[in-house]
């Protein structure tokens, strides 16, 4: 016979780990059923009770009085204080186990039970407890409903685990840890030798397995508030503290989640699953019931088979996926984790047969009209790892399918940064990969408990900054759910829901100081006054705006000095472009923190926003009043006060370019460029000669070329640029000199890729000569019908280009930065 997880979590609770003295360091990013004997062989159910028999009301109401107990102590939502939350949940959350009746099984093929209303809540079906008709039970590949005495039947197998469905209106139990308790693991033979023990030999199949359930109508509620936490990942003792006196002291103090309670979506451990005992005391300390999902640190990584990965997990938090239903909304928790076990030490996001075949019944059993919340550790798709399958789901498009026409959302975990993406969003390597030209509905990466995996300088609290690797804070994703809707929120830990976003400025002396530590394995020195720029330097500065839940749909308003509020422009678009990455896209506050402290580097982000600085601000302070508002029209405020300097903050220094080597190929044409300042380079020290060129990028050398008195419109002449572009005064010139005309949708397109071709058209407008257009053409693959033949041929009438050794122009290919170069020092030779 096992041993009760009761009865080890009471030994070990004497022994709980103290708080040790933090120590310093730097960390590389890396990406259970208790059996409960009957007294007396189960009675038949006299009447079976509907798996919804109770009348949604408004989450406030205190839960009815049961033949056992009345509640009269507040509930944890109507608590006001710490201590009221955790003593009105003690008071009414329903504890127990599974029932589990052991015996001589006449049909070991089959699994049977009953799930039934545990009406005094003893995790025993009484004589006079109802079953409940209509609740769905699985064995995690085949899905029944209970018939009206509750009773359903499965096919057994060894190594399943059957678990029931929280119909809406219920709860299952949670043990003295707050762990739900809805399952059985069935191992006759236990598992095989692992480090962490895995799961104990159950023996024969039990006679029946009974899921008890205990009515809850705030349950049922339309409105329901459901915390979901990523990454808790504590490798050691220590950091288990950490997330004791942070995250996990929040949660203790919060209430309002009783009913649905707090889903932690994987990598629940980091790699020692011995750690489980003492992550449980963390679920200990909270107001409401607490369900895992496993990641890839949650595995027994000495398994020599897929089918025990997960033994140590499952023996100690859970099963490997599942679903449960709270108010109007299904959760579907899912294991998404697949390791090879063949040598290659590299997991995949990726979800076996026998799961999808489960999750194909789940969806088809789920009313249309419910929203379905699709959990998973990794990411179905996301935005930090875009680069490759591994950090993203191979069934992903399957799953798109199952969910079609329903309303649904995506979360996640895994990245350790925040990530919230909507419907209709689209990133180039999503098609390129998974064959998903945007997201059907939204997706959102939850960000980590541990942050960065605990890194950072010590706080007065007890626990490090650990800034995620997008520049955001750890905390824990509120969802809060109106019928199949959902308004999601961000809490940062230690904070009260209010902290939304960093501010700061992105300047030319930051991005030199980030360029020139970037890459260094030693701590950077701190940069030196962060929130200072010189006048010389305004052109080139924005304050940057962090603001940690902005999607698509967000906007983001500044205001300086009291000025009129002018729209930032935020730097991912997500309309089908690349993922933008380097100084130029990074969170300066968050980056001064990360290179002096350790831990990541947040040089990418989904939600940053950037305003550039007006030329015109004089020296002195300045204050910016930073609003943003997320898709769900909630405002949060933020003020910044810097300092304008005369001068310059940059140190000046001789132009020269590690890339650009004298005898190289364009070497004297970029540095025409540099010294007439049309580009000086990137802030690498490099000039990237051969690095394709954008619309927007084009307009800014014709104008740093021309340098021409300009007063940019108040309006835009295209409706994808605004005055937030920090390309709006080339673009908005250009346009005013008709160099571009835009495309008939009346929009610019910034980013897209100039042609050769292109460029020649530009030039040739910015110069307007008069020009005999030739019958034949000076370049072989160049067509008289080509659009740009008349500018191209200009150019070569004039020695701006002379095309290739094979006599080519190729008009089709985009135009390069060292190529843009050569054509403006030959034009420029033209006109002198």
């Given at each position: 016979m096992r041993t009760s997880v009761i009865a080890l979590l009471v030994s070990r609770r004497s022994s709980r780990p103290s708080c040790h003295t933090p120590t310093r360091r730097a960390?590389?990013?890396?990406?259970?059923?208790?059996?409960?004997?009957?007294?007396?062989?189960?009675?038949?159910?006299?009447?079976?009770?509907?798996?919804?028999?109770?009348?949604?009301?408004?989450?406030?109401?205190?839960?009815?009085?049961?033949?056992?107990?009345?509640?009269?102590?507040?509930?944890?939502?109507?608590?006001?204080?710490?201590?009221?939350?955790?003593?009105?949940?003690?008071?009414?959350?329903?504890?127990?186990?599974?029932?589990?009746?052991?015996?001589?099984?006449?049909?070991?093929?089959?699994?049977?039970?009953?799930?039934?209303?545990?009406?005094?809540?003893?995790?025993?079906?009484?004589?006079?407890?109802?079953?409940?008709?209509?609740?769905?039970?699985?064995?995690?590949?085949?899905?029944?409903?209970?018939?009206?005495?509750?009773?359903?039947?499965?096919?057994?197998?060894?190594?399943?685990?059957?678990?029931?469905?929280?119909?809406?209106?219920?709860?299952?139990?949670?043990?003295?840890?707050?762990?739900?308790?809805?399952?059985?693991?069935?191992?006759?033979?236990?598992?095989?030798?692992?480090?962490?023990?895995?799961?104990?030999?159950?023996?024969?199949?039990?006679?029946?397995?009974?899921?008890?359930?205990?009515?809850?109508?705030?349950?049922?509620?339309?409105?329901?508030?459901?915390?979901?936490?990523?990454?808790?990942?504590?490798?050691?003792?220590?950091?288990?503290?950490?997330?004791?006196?942070?995250?996990?002291?929040?949660?203790?103090?919060?209430?309002?989640?009783?009913?649905?309670?707090?889903?932690?979506?994987?990598?629940?451990?980091?790699?020692d699953l011995s750690l489980y005992p003492g992550i449980r005391t963390l679920t200990e300390m909270m107001n409401g019931p607490a369900r895992f999902l496993p990641g890839n640190h949650d595995i027994d990584f000495d398994a020599t088979e897929q089918e025990h990965a997960f033994d140590s997990y499952r023996a100690g938090l859970g099963p490997e996926y599942y679903s449960y239903d709270v108010g109007d909304a299904h959760f579907v928790a899912l294991n998404n984790v697949e390791y090879p076990f063949s040598g290659d030490t590299q997991y995949n996001g990726a979800i076996d047969e026998e799961q999808m075949e489960w999750l194909r019944q789940d969806i088809a059993n789920t009313p249309e009209d419910k929203l379905v919340v699709i959990a998973a550790h990794i990411p179905l798709?996301?935005?930090?790892?875009?680069?490759?399958?591994?950090?993203?789901?191979?069934?992903?498009?399957?799953?798109?399918?199952?969910?079609?026409?329903?309303?649904?959302?995506?979360?996640?975990?895994?990245?350790?940064?925040?990530?919230?993406?909507?419907?209709?969003?689209?990133?180039?390597?999503?098609?390129?990969?998974?064959?998903?030209?945007?997201?059907?509905?939204?997706?959102?990466?939850?960000?980590?408990?541990?942050?960065?995996?605990?890194?950072?300088?010590?706080?007065?609290?007890?626990?490090?900054?650990?800034?995620?690797?997008?520049?955001?804070?750890?905390?824990?994703?509120?969802?809060?759910?109106?019928?199949?809707?959902?308004?999601?929120?961000?809490?940062?830990?230690?904070?009260?829901?209010?902290?939304?976003?960093?501010?700061?400025?992105?300047?030319?002396?930051?991005?030199?100081?980030?360029?020139?530590?970037?890459?260094?394995e030693d701590a950077a020195p701190e940069f030196e006054n962060p929130l200072t720029v010189g006048q010389d330097d305004l052109a080139d500065t924005w304050l940057t705006t962090n603001f940690f839940m902005g999607a698509t749909g967000s906007t983001v308003e500044v205001s300086v000095d009291g000025g009129e509020a002018v729209a930032a422009e935020r730097t991912q678009q997500m309309q089908g472009e690349e993922q933008l990455v380097g100084a130029e896209y990074s969170d300066p506050t968050a980056v001064q923190e990360q290179l002096v402290h350790g831990g990541s580097v947040a040089d990418r982000t989904s939600h940053l926003w950037r305003l550039p600085l007006s030329e015109g601000l004089e020296a002195g302070e300045h204050t910016a009043e930073v609003t943003a508002t997320d898709v769900h029209g909630n405002v949060s405020t933020e003020s910044l006060t810097f300092e304008v300097t005369e001068g310059s903050t940059e140190p000046e220094e001789p132009i020269t370019f590690s890339d650009n080597p004298e005898g190289s190929a364009f070497y004297a044409p970029v540095q025409w460029m540099a010294s007439n300042s049309i580009s000086t380079g990137y802030t690498d020290g490099t000039f990237r000669k051969y690095r394709d060129v954008t619309r927007a990028e084009t307009t800014a050398f014709l104008h740093r070329y021309v340098k021409p008195e300009f007063e940019a419109p108040e309006q835009s002449p295209f409706e994808d640029v605004t005055d937030a572009n920090s390309f709006y005064d080339p673009i908005t010139w250009a346009a005013a000199e008709e160099i571009t005309l835009g495309y008939a949708d009346n929009t610019f397109q910034p980013y897209q890729s100039v042609t050769r071709g292109e460029f020649a058209t530009f030039l040739y407008r910015l110069d307007a000569p008069e020009h005999t257009v030739p019958e034949d053409t000076p370049f072989e693959d160049l067509n008289t019908g080509n659009i740009h033949y008349e500018a191209i041929t200009w150019l070569a009438s004039q020695g701006i280009t002379i095309g290739d050794t094979q006599g080519h122009f190729n008009a089709a290919d985009p135009v390069t930065r060292g190529e843009i170069s050569a054509f403006l020092e030959r034009y420029d030779n033209t006109q002198n």
């Open positions: 960390r590389p990013a890396r990406l259970c059923s208790t059996q409960h004997p009957a007294p007396f062989p189960l009675s038949p159910a006299v009447t079976a009770a509907a798996a919804t028999p109770v009348t949604a009301s408004p989450v406030t109401t205190q839960k009815t009085e049961t033949a056992q107990t009345a509640q009269t102590a507040p509930t944890a939502e109507t608590a006001e204080t710490t201590e009221q939350a955790g003593a009105a949940w003690d008071e009414s959350a329903f504890r127990g186990a599974v029932e589990v009746i052991e015996g001589t099984n006449e049909t070991p093929e089959i699994l049977e039970g009953v799930v039934f209303d545990d009406q005094n809540q003893n995790s025993t079906q009484d004589q006079d407890e109802p079953g409940i008709a209509d609740v769905t039970v699985s064995n995690g590949r085949d899905v029944v409903t209970t018939d009206e005495d509750g009773a359903y039947e499965l096919p057994a197998f060894d190594n399943m685990t059957a678990f029931v469905t929280q119909p809406a209106g219920y709860q299952v139990p949670v043990d003295e840890d707050n762990v739900a308790q809805f399952h059985y693991n069935h191992l006759p033979e236990g598992s095989p030798e692992l480090k962490y023990g895995g799961l104990e030999p159950t023996g024969p199949l039990p006679d029946a397995v009974n899921f008890p359930l205990s009515q809850d109508e705030d349950a049922a509620a339309s409105t329901q508030e459901c915390l979901v936490g990523g990454d808790v990942q504590t490798y050691t003792e220590e950091e288990i503290e950490y997330a004791r006196a942070g995250a996990f002291a929040d949660l203790a103090a919060r209430s309002g989640y009783e009913n649905c309670g707090a889903l932690f979506v994987g990598d629940v451990a980091g790699d798709l996301g935005f930090a790892d875009q680069g490759g399958t591994q950090h993203q789901t191979d069934q992903v498009k399957e799953i798109y399918e199952l969910l079609e026409g329903r309303e649904a959302i995506s979360l996640a975990g895994h990245v350790h940064a925040i990530e919230n993406m909507r419907e209709g969003d689209s990133l180039a390597s999503w098609k390129e990969l998974f064959d998903v030209d945007e997201l059907p509905f939204p997706h959102l990466t939850v960000g980590a408990i541990s942050g960065d995996w605990y890194s950072g300088e010590m706080l007065d609290g007890g626990y490090p900054t650990a800034l995620q690797r997008d520049g955001a804070y750890p905390g824990v994703l509120t969802m809060d759910i109106e019928g199949n809707q959902v308004s999601e929120s961000f809490t940062r830990t230690g904070d009260d829901g209010s902290d939304q976003m960093s501010v700061g400025l992105n300047t030319p002396a930051y991005r030199g100081w980030f360029e020139e530590h970037i890459d260094s």
